[in-house]
């Protein structure tokens, strides 16, 4: 029986290249705001560090945006019919079926990998968070590149960082609910281990 990727090797590698810079970025973000509390990296350090890094993230989400189109993953964040009855249903799941040990209600494929929760949380990470996390980080690298009567009906950049710390706490717990559900409600070709090995699935059983 032949059996089909769930995870292809450039998505497992952009997804793990990019949790890794995010979680640099967060010790480095860290060490910027609370440099005089004890943080293990420089001041100094952290902003070389934390703007190269912000420059790598941007690179591999423009990698990523490449390549959805390209290989048409791009429908995996559309939803389907019926949206708001799966949410609901899935919603159920998460809240009570996940501790009665019921089964999932949506079967990931590599057709269709993402249940529709997952589909609006990825969905709004691609098209909202990052690049708003990318556009704050470049307007407060250059800030010039803001028209100066703009800065001024600001008061200031002040704005633009704090929109970028909300956005960083905001991409921290989509990060920490999206390991909770991979270790502990993930099927075997959908967990962690999927996700490093690409992992394979049957196909299915052709209809008479």
């Known amino acids: 029986m032949s059996r089909r990727l769930m995870f292809p090797r450039w998505l497992r590698a952009w997804h793990w ?47 990523y945006l490449v390549r959805i189109v390209v290989t048409g993953h791009w429908r995996q964040l559309m939803p389907c019919r019926g949206l708001l009855a799966d949410i609901a249903k899935q919603t159920r799941f998460y809240l009570l079926g996940i501790f009665r040990g019921d089964h999932h209600p949506f079967v990931a494929t590599p057709e269709r990998r993402f249940n529709p929760i997952q589909q609006l949380a990825y969905a709004a990470l691609v098209v909202l968070l990052l690049p708003g996390q990318a556009l704050t980080g470049v307007l407060l690298l250059y800030p010039s590149l803001l028209p100066q009567a703009v800065v ?8 633009i960082a704090e929109a970028h710390s909300v956005i960083a706490y905001a991409s921290t717990a989509f990060l920490l609910v999206h390991l909770y559900l991979a270790l502990t409600v993930g099927e075997p070709h959908t967990g962690v281990g999927a996700m490093l090995l690409g992992d394979r699935m049957p196909a299915p059983e052709p209809q008479d």
């Open 152 to 159: 001024e009906t600001m008061g200031g950049i002040r704005p």
């Open 17 to 63: 290249i990019n949790a890794a810079v995010f979680l640099e970025l967060v010790v480095t973000g860290f060490s910027l705001h609370f440099a005089d509390a004890g943080a293990s990296v420089s001041f100094r350090k952290s902003v070389i560090m934390h703007n190269a890094l912000g420059v790598a993230l941007i690179d591999a989400y423009l990698y």
